[in-house]
C-alpha cells in the first residue's frame, strides 16, 4: 500500500469517543489548531453535541451526514479495536489511535483490517500526526509545530515534542510530523513511510526519533537502500544506557541480546546514510546546520 498521509485544514474529520474527558478535550484543541472537526461519535449519546460539534451514535452516520474522511479515537484500550472496525466499515480512510495498552491480538486483527480495507492507521499509542499550519489529529503540542521542509517520524512522544520545539525556536519546521507510536504491534511503521517522503515536493530531509527495542529503525534503514531515498535523513535513538530485557516506557522498547540494542541500531542507520546523533542538542545543532 502506497501511504499517503498528509491531511489539510479542509479534511473532515471525525471523533470517535468524544463526549469523554479527553475527548472533549482534544476535539476544543484540534479544532483551535485549524483541524476541520465536523462531528463527534458516542454510542451513549449523552448530548446532541460538544464543543458545537454535532454528536452521532456510530461513525455510520456520522461519515453519512458529515462526508468525514478521517477519524481520531478517544476511547478506551480495550474499545479500540472495535472502534477502528466501526471506522473502516463506514469508509474513514485514516485512522489515529492515541490510545496505549491496546491488547496485542487486538492490534494484530486491526492491522491486518486496515491493510485488506487500505486505510492509513496511525497509532496505537501515538500522540498523532500533523501537517503544520493545516491540521493536527491527536495532541501534537502546537508551540511544537511550525510549517517547513523537515519530514518528522518518531515513537517517543515526550521526546519528539522537545525536538519538534527546539527545531522549531531555531526556524526549522516540519513537513508532514508522525507519531507512529511506540507499540510492538502498529498500524504505520518508519519503513511504511519511506516511499512517501522520498516523493513529497515539500519534504527536503528527514528525522527518526526512535528508541531501542525491536527493529523498526533497522527496517527503516534497509527500505532507505532498497528505495534509494536521496534525501538527507537524520536520527536520534533514546535509550543508548538502558539495561538488557528492561521495558523502557514503550511495550516495544525491549532488547534481548544484540537484538534492538542502540548499537544495532546505529550501525544499520549509518550503513544506510543515516546522520544518527547521540544526544539531543548534538541532534539539534547537527539539523539545524545542515537545513538552515
Known amino acids: 500500500m502506497n501511504l499517503n498521509p498528509r491531511i489539510d485544514r479542509t479534511t473532515p474529520v471525525i471523533v470517535q469517543g468524544v ?12 479544532e483551535e489548531y485549524g483541524t ?3 462531528g463527534g461519535v458516542s454510542p451513549k449519546m449523552e448530548t446532541r453535541e460538544v464543543n458545537g460539534i454535532p454528536v452521532f451514535p456510530d461513525c455510520r452516520e456520522a461519515v453519512n451526514a458529515t462526508g468525514a474522511t478521517a477519524c481520531v479515537a478517544l476511547v478506551g484500550a480495550m474499545q479500540l479495536l472495535g472502534a477502528i472496525e466501526e471506522a473502516v466499515g463506514a469508509g474513514i480512510r485514516y485512522i489515529v489511535t492515541p490510545t496505549e495498552g491496546m491488547p496485542v491480538h487486538d492490534a494484530l486483527k486491526a492491522k491486518r483490517l486496515v491493510a485488506e480495507a487500505r486505510v492509513v492507521w496511525i497509532g496505537a499509542s501515538t500522540p498523532g500526526m500533523a501537517v503544520p499550519g493545516e491540521a493536527k489529529l491527536g495532541f501534537l503540542p502546537d508551540d511544537s509545530l511550525r ?26 519546521g516540519q513537513s508532514v510530523w508522525i507519531g507512529v507510536g511506540g507499540d510492538p504491534v502498529k498500524g504505520t511503521r518508519f519503513a511504511d513511510l519511506v516511499p512517501f517522503y522520498a516523493v513529497d515536493r515539500r519534504t527536503e530531509a528527514l528525522l527518526i526519533i526512535g ?3 525491536g527493529h523498526d529503525e533497522e527496517d527503516f534503514a534497509a527500505a532507505l537502500t532498497a528505495h534509494g531515498f536521496d534525501k538527507p535523513v537524520f536520527a536520534l ?10 521495558a523502557m516506557g514503550h511495550a516495544g522498547a525491549l532488547m534481548h541480546g544484540s537484538h534492538g540494542t542502540f548499537e544495532a541500531k546505529r550501525t544499520a542507520l ?19 546546520a545542515r537545513l538552515r
Open 147 to 172: 510549517p517547513g521542509a523537515l519530514g518528522l517520524m518518531s515513537k517517543s512522544g515526550t521526546l519528539s515534542y522537545e525536538a519538534g520545539y527546539r527545531l522549531a525556536q531555531r526556524g526549522v
Open 237 to 246: 535513538i533514546a535509550g543508548r544506557t538502558a539495561p538488557e530485557g528492561i
Open 270 to 288: 549509518t550503513g544506510a546514510g543515516v546522520q544518527v546523533f547521540s544526544s539531543l542538542n548534538e541532534m539539534v545543532d547537527g539539523v539545524c
Open 211 to 213: 528508541e531501542i527495542g
Open 19 to 30: 463526549t469523554g474527558r479527553a475527548g472533549r478535550l482534544h476535539s476544543r484543541l484540534m
Open 36 to 38: 476541520n472537526i465536523v
